[in-house]
């Protein structure tokens, strides 16, 4: 089993951070078939072999996602993806 945990500073409040992951979200749930769920600011995420969770915190983007025998391959390739999509949606006010 692999592991991909991701924490990544948003710098606006909470309920716009929420508001902008959702776009990120479906483009995950598209691109990998997840299906999510939200419960609160958490995101629960599944697929067959993979599951995992989007936390959104008052100050980060909490992204946890354990991978499965036959998507551990893709392992770099997911974490890549969801690095550029948060890094999109919450540039880092030194870039």
């Known amino acids: ?4 945990h ?4 948003h710098g606006v409040s909470q309920q716009k951070a929420s508001k902008l992951i959702k776009k990120f979200v479906d483009d995950l ?5 997840f299906e999510g769920e939200w419960e609160g600011h958490e995101l629960l995420l599944t697929r067959t072999g993979a599951k995992g969770t989007v936390r959104v915190l008052d100050d980060v983007i909490e992204v946890d996602v354990k991978l499965g025998v ?10 890549h993806r ?14």
Do not use: G, N, V
């Open 6 to 9: 991701i924490s990544h500073p």
């Open 29 to 33: 749930e598209h691109e990998y078939d």
């Open 82 to 95: 969801i690095l550029a999509q948060l890094d999109e949606l919450f540039p880092s006010e030194t870039a």
């Open 70 to 79: 036959l998507l551990k391959p893709l392992s770099k390739k997911i974490e």
């Open 1 to 4: 089993m692999s592991q991909i």
